[in-house]
């Protein structure tokens, strides 16, 4: 007789359920399996179950949606079930839940016991998140503490364990992001560029969850230091397209990425669109908002914009930023001395420059360093001390290339030229002037581009206009599995990528729309999924619930910082619940079949284009100008300066 099938209420089951649901990508579901779980548990009597099931859902809830008041509440459920009981696993996972839920509350000192206990029981029992992360906050309040030699060395050789294999791959995926994340807002980018390199590698293995979308982000934020600037961008559009599924609040994360991108891009359009999502989501935009509203000429909002955030900061829990010190006003103060040059405010840029080397002193490194030199060259040059600007601004030029990072060495190099111009050094102002442009020609940023011909005295020259002007002739040929791009007594070789293949259509039609229903052979239409589906409302109604406990509770302790984390948690899940409505209280859809369309052509295109410009950087510059995508994509020709396009295959 055939057996019969599992309960799908068991505990093994819903287990079962959870991880399957994580590992797709539903996070409300495996949330609710593990609910549920605990509930089963729960009513069965089995306590240090009941307790390692509400653990999962604290730890969960901490590092996917950084709702405070939820993870506090699943933290007291779990250590009520286990009164009595005997040191477990749930012991562990509890340990590294309480010490993030304090490093992310802006309590260090909170965190340094349940800390060592985390590696401590992680060790001893075998609970690799435990071990794993427990390391990785030792280390960052080791950081915060000031010992940031000794933490460097705790953290390489945690990447060494890593690499070597010691722990599971959903605890390896999070922690090379931790490693990352402290490298990079400490400015030692050669180590953040170092294991992004290796998580990389590894990540095509045996990484699920996601760590996929994670690791693009990262690789989009060291792209957007050493360009080029399209390829940082389709990394960063593909981030945001792996990881929509997983994150609510902390997407807001590759959002911004993509903004700042964008902005150096001189894309303000875009910048504004990806700020803006981001800031709907409760998620700081800053500065790269307050960067792009100096880039459209608003330089006293953008001013204002620093001045608040720096005055009144966004208390997000997000353990991808320095929790608290000196380091998380960094990338503000850099943008307040470069709004304040602008605006020709002396005493606001050398009070930014001189917090900025305080910062640098507590936490040394080239990456810092060269931050601070380009802010004292900037508050120098406002104070009337050309000599001095001149020096620092050559240091930080150095720093900068030294890091490769071209973008950020060409903003030094423009401001040597102003100093040495302000000296009355014409000709030497010129060659600097003409060193910044280049590097911003060859990151691809066109806008600081136009901004430094301004200084050469030349008319804004689009980097697709050389080709263009002569009337000349461009030829992209299918060759078996790859494709010839022909111009100018020049032949490239590209691979048989699905955005040619897309290219190649634009190009053939000039001037004419594509549907990317069209371009990408969709059949069948099919309708969006919900913003959020009716597990995911429910489980957001059931963290409100929570929160209103947690905030009541802090109320009544007095409790103000408590109070406006759980207000904001609060405010971010009714949003998310008011957002999801549509017309008429029918539920809002995202992800249809045009949608996904419209994400998977524009990401092709982008990334196609992102390697044209790696072997032919005219070319590319000159189809990233007048390709075209949305809903519907297309190839505008310059009425001015026409190249014309012959397609084969």
């Given amino acids: 007789m055939a057996g019969s099938l599992p309960d799908p209420e068991s505990p093994e089951a819903l287990a079962e359920r959870a991880e399957e649901a994580y590992r797709d990508g539903r996070m409300e579901a495996a949330l609710t399996a593990w609910e549920q779980l605990y509930a089963v548990h729960v009513a069965a009597g089995r306590r240090s179950d009941a307790a390692l099931a509400a653990a999962l859902v604290a730890l969960n809830l901490l590092c996917e949606t950084g709702l405070m008041a939820p993870v506090r509440a699943w933290e007291t459920r779990a250590r009520q079930q286990l009164e009595s009981e005997p040191t477990g696993p749930a012991h562990a996972i509890l340990a590294i839940t309480r010490t993030y839920e304090r490093i992310l509350s802006g309590d260090p000192e909170g965190a340094a016991a349940p800390a060592r206990e985390a590696v401590e029981l992680g060790t001893r029992l075998g609970v690799d998140p435990a071990r794993g992360l427990g390391l990785v906050a030792a280390a960052r309040l080791a950081i915060h503490a000031g010992e940031v030699d000794d933490a460097i060395d705790q953290l390489d050789r945690l990447a060494v364990a890593l690499a070597a294999g010691e722990f599971d791959p959903l605890t390896t995926g999070n922690v090379y992001c931790e490693l990352i994340c402290v490298a990079q807002w400490l400015g030692r980018h050669d180590l953040a560029r170092a294991w992004t390199e290796v998580m990389e590698r590894w990540r095509h293995g045996t990484a699920y969850g996601a760590t996929h979308g994670r690791c693009r982000v990262h690789r989009a934020e060291l792209l957007r230091m050493s360009g080029p600037a399209a390829a940082a961008e389709a990394e960063a559009v593909a981030a945001c397209d792996e990881l929509r599924p997983w994150m609510r609040r902390e997407y807001g994360w590759p959002l911004v990425e993509l903004g700042n991108i964008r902005l150096r891009r001189g894309d303000l359009a875009g910048a504004e669109e990806a700020f803006l999502e981001a800031n709907a989501r409760a998620w700081c935009a800053q500065p ?24 009144h900061p966004t208390d997000v829990p997000w353990k991808e930023r320095p929790p608290f010190g000196g380091l998380r006003a960094v990338p503000l103060l850099a943008a307040q001395a470069q709004v304040a040059e602008h605006l020709g405010d002396a005493a606001t840029a050398a009070t930014a420059a001189a917090e900025l080397a305080a910062v640098h002193a507590a936490y040394p490194s080239d990456g810092l360093r060269a931050t601070v030199r380009l802010a004292e060259a ?14 620092v601004a050559r240091e930080a030029a150095a720093l900068w290339i030294d890091l490769d990072a071209p973008y950020d060495a060409a903003l030094a190099r423009t401001l040597t030229g102003d100093a040495q111009h302000r000296l009355g050094n014409a000709d030497v102002a010129r060659l600097e002037w003409q060193a910044a442009r280049r590097g911003f020609e060859a990151f691809g940023a066109e806008l600081a581009v136009q901004v430094v011909d301004q200084r050469l005295g030349v008319a804004a020259v ?61 059949g069948a239409v099919a309708p969006g999924l919900p913003v959020l589906d009716d597990e995911a409302k429910a489980s957001y109604r059931r963290r409100l619930a ?10 009544a302790d007095h409790d103000e910082a408590r109070v406006r984390l759980a207000e904001r ?13 549509g017309l008429g209280g029918r539920a809002r ?20 284009l992102a390697r044209l410009s790696e072997v032919a950087p005219d070319l590319g ?29």
Avoid: F
């Avoid at 120098?380 to 600007?389: C, F, P, S, W």
């Avoid at 075209?628 to 026409?642: L, S």
């Fill in 288 to 311: 790269g908002l307050a960067l792009l509203r100096l880039a459209q000429g608003e330089a006293a909002e953008a001013a204002e914009m620093i001045r608040a955030e720096l005055s």
């Fill in 378 to 391: 900037r508050a120098a040059l406002l104070a009337g001390d050309a000599d001095r600007a001149i020096g």
């Fill in 462 to 522: 689009r980097p697709d206009a050389a080709p263009a002007a002569s009337g000349g002739v461009a030829e992209l040929v299918r060759d078996g599995d790859h494709w010839l791009v022909r111009y100018d007594g020049r032949a490239v070789v590209l691979p048989d990528l699905k955005g040619i293949a897309y290219l190649a259509r634009l190009l053939s039609a000039p001037s004419r729309e594509h549907h990317v229903l069209d371009l990408a052979g969709a």
């Fill in 546 to 555: 929570e929160v209103e406990a947690d905030l009541a509770e802090a109320e």
């Fill in 569 to 581: 948690d609060r405010d971010y899940l009714v949003a998310e619940l008011t957002a999801a409505a």
């Fill in 589 to 608: 859809t995202t992800g249809g079949t045009a949608e996904r369309a419209r994400t998977s052509v524009t990401r092709s295109l982008r990334y196609a």
């Fill in 621 to 649: 510059a000159h189809l990233d100008r007048t390709v075209r995508t949305g809903t519907c994509c297309c190839y505008e020709p310059d009425p001015v300066a026409r190249l014309e396009w012959k397609v084969t295959g």
